[in-house]
Structures are given as C-alpha cells and as structure tokens.
Nanobody, 123 residues
Framework: QVQLVESGGGLVQAGGSLRLSCVASGRAFSSYAMGWFRQAPGKEREFVAAISWNGGSISYAGSVKGRFTIARDNAKNTVDLQMNSLKPEDTAVYYC????????????????WGSGTLVTVSS
C-alpha cells in the first residue's frame, strides 16, 4: 500500500513559479513509476509529467514541456514538479500518482493517487 501526499500548491501570478512536492509512504516507492496529472474546473483530468522508477525515462505533456521539470529522490520517497513560466491555463488541481508501469504513469492507469493540491495562476 502506498499513500501519496501533495504539497506546494497556491496562488501565483502569471509568469511565476511553484514547486509541488509529493511524499510517498511505503517501502516500495523506489520501484514505482510516478506521475503528475491535473484537472481544471469543468475539464477532464490530463497528463502532465511522468518519471520512471530510476529517473531514466521522463515524459511531459506538450503544453508544459520546457516549463515544468519532474524529479524524484528515492532516498526521500519524494517526487517534485518544478513549474516555471506559469500561465492562467495551468490553473488546476494537481495530483501525484504512483504505479508499477511507466506507460501507466502517462496514461493514468496507476495504482495510487494523492488527494491533490490546488494551483491557481492569476493573469
């Protein structure tokens, strides 16, 4: 069993930065692929970024590529999402997710989900 807790959300002006963190419980963290998804009001949940168990594979949604960076620290059971040059359209609840499959980290077919952290970007 893995529990995921996100933090770091908040209100920021367009062009600003935020760093989201996700702390995972459980000994198997280092074996899981990790991902970040987001859901804006009235919209479906969408993929943001994914990282394989050892950090060797990373993927980003086209809308965030070049602005967001995903990284993990298996010693600390954490995965972070550094978000720069934020835009109003980045406003959403951001969810951390964990699972056995890297492809699942991209498709959203994952075993574990956090409860989310709200990011609001003002124009």
């Amino acid at each position: 069993q893995v529990q995921l807790v996100e933090s770091g959300g908040g209100l920021v002006q367009a062009g600003g930065s935020l760093r989201l963190s996700c702390v995972a419980s459980g000994r198997a963290f280092s074996s899981y692929a990790m991902g970040w998804f987001r859901q804006a009001p009235g919209k479906e949940r969408e993929f943001v970024a994914a990282i394989s168990w050892n950090g060797g594979s990373i993927s980003y949604a086209g809308s965030v590529k070049g602005r967001f960076t995903i990284a993990r620290d298996n010693a600390k059971n954490t995965v972070d999402l550094q978000m720069n040059s934020l835009k109003p359209e980045d406003t959403a609840v951001y969810y951390c997710t964990a699972g056995a499959s890297y492809s699942g980290a991209i498709s959203g077919s994952m075993n574990y989900w956090g409860s989310g952290t709200l990011v609001t970007v003002s124009s």
